[in-house]
């Protein structure tokens, strides 16, 4: 299993961004897929997860903000995050639960007030 997050960077308050992650080694389509963050000095914490059947569910601080998204064709997930805040500055991991927890590389999101 491989994932791989990018699309990270900094970004002023109120701006956007759109992450992606790669996955391969497993049947991406018929898994479900999620989004963690970690901030400096804070647990990480999961923001969005995504079915097979492409139901989602969102984390109480993101909701309305940030849509989780995916492509079954080209095995890549997404989150494309709006009104972004400077609380939200943190890696972002992609995270699949596939008889162990599988952790990509994250993405650094950085938001300035």
């Known amino acids: 299993v491989q994932l791989q997050a990018s699309g990270g960077g900094l970004v002023q308050a109120g701006g956007s961004l759109r992450l992606s992650c790669r996955a391969s080694?497993?049947?991406?389509?018929?898994?479900?897929m999620n989004w963690y963050r970690q901030a400096p000095g804070k647990q990480r914490e999961m923001v969005a997860t995504?079915?097979?059947?492409?139901?989602?569910k969102y984390a109480d601080f993101v909701k309305g903000r940030f849509t989780v998204s995916r492509d079954n064709v080209k095995n890549m997930l997404f989150l494309q995050m709006n009104s972004l805040e400077p609380e939200d500055t943190a890696v972002y991991l992609c995270?699949?639960?596939?008889?162990?927890?599988?952790w990509g590389r994250g993405t650094q999101v950085t938001v300035s007030s």
């Open positions: 995504i079915t097979s059947g492409s139901n989602t």
């Open positions: 080694g497993f049947m991406f389509r018929l898994n479900t």
């Open positions: 995270h699949l639960n596939l008889s162990r927890n599988w």
